[in-house]
């Protein structure tokens, strides 16, 4: 958990997280290229993580497996008939990583808060937004801005960074991410269907179980 001053009770809500399975829609650019991914998502934090990819722009990406079981690997099989297949690839290997070079990884609640704390590190300027309602739930925008150039140089030319928190429990619901100079979110990230400490089963890390 971050030292950023969130609710008391987010907090109690973020330490009592074991697991989770939620889904994930992912849209990603990079200069002209767009990548639009829905993601099944299980994970275990801070070090375990199975993403089905449900529906892709691009093509043949559908039924993807990824698996993260900690270490500096990805194992990953292809959906349809190239199934059976299965490969190991490094961490940010192309074969496995987002068109920005992003980690699957990133998906999970443990970068989100590790995001929060290196923008409190580089003394960002943080605002928590006043309550509002979205789509019936009470959500709290936290809006993060840098100008340092070395935090802007290790983290991917970000500037700003906009996440949406259940007011409730602080969970996350939404992420943008802002490059130098573009007025347009580089990375959004939903989280739906977010279910908690469901009792992920070892199997589902195995790349090849049924989840």
Same mark, same amino acid.
């Given at each position: 958990?971050?030292?950023?001053?969130?609710?008391?009770?987010?907090?109690?809500?973020?330490?009592? *997280?074991?697991?989770?399975? =939620?889904? $994930? !829609?992912? /849209?990603? =650019?990079?200069?002209?290229?767009?990548? !639009?991914?829905?993601?099944?998502?299980?994970?275990?934090?801070?070090? /375990?993580?199975? +993403?089905?990819?449900?529906?892709?722009?691009? +093509?043949?990406?559908?039924?993807?497996?990824? $698996?993260? %079981?900690?270490?500096?690997?990805?194992?990953?099989?292809?959906?349809?008939?190239?199934?059976?297949?299965? +490969?190991?690839?490094?961490? %940010?290997?192309? %074969?496995?990583?987002?068109?920005?070079?992003?980690? *699957?990884?990133?998906?999970?609640?443990?970068?989100?808060? @590790?995001?929060?704390?290196?923008?409190?590190? +580089?003394?960002?300027?943080?605002?928590?937004? @006043?309550?509002?309602?979205?789509?019936?739930?009470?959500?709290?925008?936290?809006?993060?801005?840098?100008?340092?150039? @070395?935090?802007?140089?290790?983290?991917?030319?970000?500037? %700003?960074?906009?996440?949406?928190?259940?007011?409730?429990?602080?969970?996350?619901?939404?992420?943008?991410?802002?490059?130098?100079?573009?007025?347009?979110?580089?990375?959004?990230?939903?989280?739906?269907?977010?279910?908690?400490?469901?009792?992920?089963?070892?199997?589902?890390?195995?790349?090849?179980?049924?989840?």
């Amino acid at each position: 958990m971050t030292s950023i001053p969130f609710p008391s009770h987010w907090t109690t809500t973020w330490q009592s *997280i074991k697991d989770y399975t =939620c889904q $994930v !829609e992912s /849209h990603i =650019c990079n200069g002209s290229r767009n990548q !639009e991914r829905h993601w099944k998502v299980w994970a275990r934090e801070p070090s /375990h993580l199975r +993403a089905e990819i449900l529906k892709s722009s691009t +093509a043949g990406e559908r039924g993807t497996v990824l $698996v993260y %079981r900690g270490g500096a690997e990805i194992q990953a099989h292809a959906g349809g008939l190239l199934s059976l297949f299965t +490969a190991s690839f490094p961490l %940010r290997s192309p %074969r496995v990583t987002s068109v920005r070079g992003n980690p *699957i990884t990133d998906m999970m609640f443990q970068h989100l808060m @590790e995001v929060l704390q290196q923008y409190q590190q +580089a003394q960002a300027r943080i605002v928590f937004g @006043e309550p509002t309602v979205q789509d019936g739930r009470k959500v709290v925008l936290v809006t993060l801005t840098t100008d340092k150039t @070395e935090f802007i140089r290790q983290n991917d030319q970000i500037v %700003r960074d906009m996440v949406w928190f259940d007011a409730n429990n602080g969970l996350p619901l939404k992420v943008e991410r802002y490059e130098v100079p573009t007025q347009s979110p580089v990375i959004r990230v939903i989280y739906r269907d977010l279910k908690l400490n469901v009792g992920v089963p070892d199997k589902v890390f195995n790349l090849h179980a049924t989840a």
